[in-house]
């Protein structure tokens, strides 16, 4: 049993293990909640992910400018964006099927690209020092350096992260105010309920939904270089790893609330994060399989969804292009 | 003299091959409430539309308080005081009254300084024009009524000085509806204008002040309401006399055919939606349910007729000797369900198909996995010439025929297969006068020979008309039973859910 008494080592790695792995899923979170809460569905959250990992190493690695790199990957995040938008709100084309389209065009463009510029098979060689974003010492590191271990804990998970993580987590407050505190935030959430609505009370539908669909991507682009640059250095094929549709998950089980959606990506990073240290434990004599671990955030979506959480109403909109009623 | 608050010239308007507006000219003068009637397809609604900006004329011109405009888009008619309720009400519904008020009226990028003063405003306007809502009120939660108020005090919180109403009453009660009016009474006595779109004729006579009549896209005339008569805009309104009475003789009812007893259904969500409903239809008459929309009309005929749920309770139907059959779902009833799109047609579907909808196994249209498309084929033929469907085409899909015709479509279907007892809701929900006077005339014919009919509508008027015996539901129960002789007044107090010994 005493394996299970975590000590102060494993509970500062957890820690930030769930910060750090979070952050990418909590920024395409918010960026899907956005999009979502104007009535357009993003399933394409992966692919703009993967597109900005790739532009933000590519462009890391040919400049070593870490935010000339940052930018380059909101850049491309928000292209793929207005690519979902021109098909989804001005032609008025399936968004799920948009979405998927975006999924497929990432990932088969940042390995093509990626093998042109580099030749590596798809990857691209490792950033350097100058362009990378994985947080360091900060104003406090001496003095809490000075206290002990419990200084150093306290440093290790409040002020030794990328500058990501402070993002993210500032976006939630951030989203929460725009969203109920402005005009923006109101005519969005009005916009995703009954468009209609908010055309006849002279609003652009059009106008708004592309707004939201543009801080999706920039929210994406931040996502992808979260993983390119601060927790890993340059890109990987497929780095994304589904992340785009955990972020889906958590939006629904955080019924598209953006404080709710924190504490369900903060959970689900939480489950990752634990994941090493659950494997090979033996519970009641059965050795925990890891697929299960992995596995749980999405049984915990259909399992919460089923029953304890309630009915999770999507925006009534969500989903139907706007067509002025004949 | 001042100049008309709106005067259209010329306005016409296609959308492919069919002219919704000809050539139409419209003088609406400042401070009066303007009727607009017309049937179903006339024209109307597009007129209004072009009016609020949401389509463009293709020819003609608006003028606006002696200005000629144009009106590109919504947000250009509100700028120039029109406002605009519509018929399906553009209200989002989580928001709260307030929220839906201030939306595109928010006064500034952060809400807090508009959201005060339009608590103000909503204040005065709701004093000054008897439209009292809570500002904080969900709006989703709101009855219809307060909802429609929600969207009147919308447009005058934009400063509106011209009103469109597009058939503002179909969902409310008299009593609602005539809140309303005085509502609007109020806001011409303000010196605002109204127009007002409607199909029913008394609300014309009722309320306003001038009346144009429009009929297949064009402007037919215009009367001030106290020279003309309600006949007279009927007979305008169709093109031809039109008998507003239904020509029948009394009923001679026979056994029990139907009986309900103690039916209860529960909803979903745990709401009881009948309460505890008996009754009995006899054969050779006609029983018809009164209310208005929503009070558990729609659920009594679909747990009737074997769509939705029983909670509790029985239905039992007789054969002719008067000996009771039992009941299963679908069986020995003839159902026109209420909303003909969602239950009564595939509308993607031809004629044809439709006509053997919940039949397709019946021998005489095939056998086994096969459809005899032959006698598919004449059967619908054969029922859209009995029942003048035009076009009487078999191949057109559903979708493409008028909504008069649809219900036609599936009148035939269901009265052709002779059975003893029909259900039948909203016979002529959204079909044109020329079709009502013939479906209400088939359903006095099958009357007369002997069927036993169940009719549920809310239209009074209709329910008036065809009914032997009247049962008016209220909140799920029946409130008492009326003839059909009763007086309007009589019959909305209980569809209130005042019953008469509380009335006296």
């Given amino acids: ?326 | 003299m001042t100049a008309p608050a709106i005067q259209l010239q010329g306005i016409s308007k296609s959308f492919g091959s069919v002219h919704a507006n000809r050539d139409i000219d419209l003088t609406v003068e400042k401070g009066t409430i303007h009727g607009i009637i017309g049937e179903n397809g006339a024209g109307k609604s597009t007129l209004m539309s072009i009016l609020y900006g949401f389509y463009q004329a293709d020819r003609g011109t608006i003028a606006v308080d002696g200005t000629q405009v144009t009106i590109r888009d919504s947000d250009a008619a509100i700028g120039l005081g029109i406002g605009m309720v519509h018929q399906h009400f553009m209200l989002v519904e989580p928001f709260t009254v307030l929220e839906n008020v201030m939306l595109g009226a928010e006064g500034g990028a952060l809400l807090n300084k508009g959201r005060a003063e339009a608590r103000q405003e909503l204040q005065r306007l709701e004093k000054e024009y008897e439209l009292n809502v809570d500002p904080d009120a969900i709006v989703g939660d709101l009855p219809v009524g307060l909802q429609q108020r929600v969207e009147i005090l919308k447009a005058l919180y934009r400063g509106a000085e011209i009103l469109i109403l597009d058939e503002p009453t179909g969902v409310l009660t008299p009593d609602e509806a005539d809140h309303l009016f005085r509502i609007l009474g109020q806001l011409r006595a303000q010196g605002k204008t109204v127009l007002l779109i409607t199909h029913k004729l008394r609300e014309i006579m009722a309320i306003t002040d001038d009346v144009s009549v429009m009929r297949q896209g064009q402007m037919v005339a215009t009367r001030h309401t106290a020279d003309t008569s309600v006949e007279e805009l009927a007979e305008l309104m169709v093109g031809r006399r039109v008998l507003l009475q239904v020509d029948k003789g009394a009923a001679t009812p026979g056994k029990v055919k139907l009986e309900v007893r103690n039916l209860e259904v529960v909803d979903d969500i745990g709401v009881r939606r009948v309460k505890d409903a008996s009754f009995q239809v006899r054969a050779g008459e006609i029983v018809g349910i009164a209310g208005v929309s929503g009070n558990g009309q729609s659920e009594l005929l679909e747990a009737i007729a074997g769509i939705g749920p029983i909670a509790s309770g029985e239905v039992e139907l007789f054969d002719i000797s008067g000996e009771p059959t039992g009941w299963r779902p679908r069986h020995g009833l003839g159902h026109v369900p209420e909303d003909r799109h969602r239950m009564g047609l595939v509308t993607k579907f031809t004629a044809r198909e439709n006509t053997i909808l919940g039949y397709q196994r019946d021998a005489e249209f095939g056998s086994g996995m096969f459809l005899d498309r032959k006698a598919v084929l004449e059967a619908s033929k054969a029922q859209m010439e009995r029942f003048d469907v035009r076009p009487p085409d078999p191949s057109l899909k559903a979708a493409n025929f008028s909504g008069g015709n649809q219900q036609k479509i599936v009148l035939a279907r269901e009265i052709e297969q002779d059975p003893d007892v029909l259900l039948i809701g909203q016979p002529t929900r959204g079909v044109d006068v020329g079709a009502i006077e013939s479906i209400h005339r088939r359903l006095i014919e099958l009357r007369d020979a002997g069927k036993a009919i169940l009719l549920v509508s809310v239209e009074l008027d209709e329910i008036r008309a065809l009914s032997d015996r009247i049962l008016v539901m209220f909140a799920g129960e029946i409130m008492g039973e009326v003839g059909p002789e009763a007086s309007e007044r009589e019959i909305g107090l209980l569809m209130s859910g005042v019953r008469a010994e509380d009335a006296a």
Avoid at chain 1, 56 to 65: N, Q, R
Avoid at chain 1, 116 to 123: L, Q, T, V
Avoid at chain 1, 177 to 182: E, H, I, K, M
Avoid at chain 1, 196 to 225: E, H, K, P, Q
Wanted: proline fraction near 4%.
């Fill in chain 1, 1 to 326: 049993m005493g394996d299970f008494i975590p000590d102060l080592s494993t509970v500062v790695a957890l820690t930030d293990g769930t910060l750090r792995g979070a952050t990418p899923l909590l920024l395409a979170c918010l960026a899907g909640l956005y999009s979502e809460r104007s009535g357009v569905f993003d399933i394409g959250l992966e692919g703009k992910i993967l597109i900005a990992a790739f532009a933000g190493a590519t462009v890391g690695i040919l400049t070593g400018s870490a935010l000339i790199a940052v930018l380059a990957a909101i850049a491309a995040s928000t292209l793929f964006a207005l690519i979902h938008g021109v098909a989804c709100i001005t032609f008025r084309g399936n968004q799920i099927v948009s979405g998927v389209a975006i999924n497929f065009l990432a990932l088969g463009l940042a390995a093509v690209a990626g093998n042109a510029i580099f030749s590596m098979g798809g990857r691209t060689p490792q950033l350097p020092a100058s362009a990378r974003l994985n947080g360091g010492d900060s104003w406090f590191t001496p003095m809490l350096e000075g206290m002990g271990r419990y200084g150093q804990a306290v440093e290790d998970i409040a002020f030794d992260q990328s500058i990501f993580v402070y993002i993210a987590f500032a976006a939630v407050p951030f989203t929460w105010w725009v969203l109920y505190r402005t005009r923006f935030g109101m005519r969005l959430r009005a916009v995703g309920e009954n468009p209609a609505a908010v055309d006849t009370a002279g609003i652009s539908v059009t106008g708004l939904r592309y707004r939201a669909v543009i801080c999706a991507g920039v929210l994406c682009g931040l996502s992808g270089a979260t993983l390119s640059m601060a927790l890993n250095s340059g890109y990987i094929n497929n780095m994304g790893a589904g992340r785009g549709f955990i972020a889906l998950a958590a939006l629904i089980f955080a019924k598209w609330r953006p404080v709710q959606a924190m504490f369900a990506c903060l959970l689900f990073a939480f489950l990752n994060a634990s994941e090493s240290r659950l494997q090979g434990t033996e519970v009641l004599g059965f050795e925990i399989p890891v697929q299960l671990v992995q596995a749980m955030p999405y049984l915990l979506v259909v399992i919460l969804l089923a029953g304890f959480i309630g009915q999770a109403r999507a925006p009534k909109a969500g989903g139907v292009p706007y067509v002025k009623e004949r």
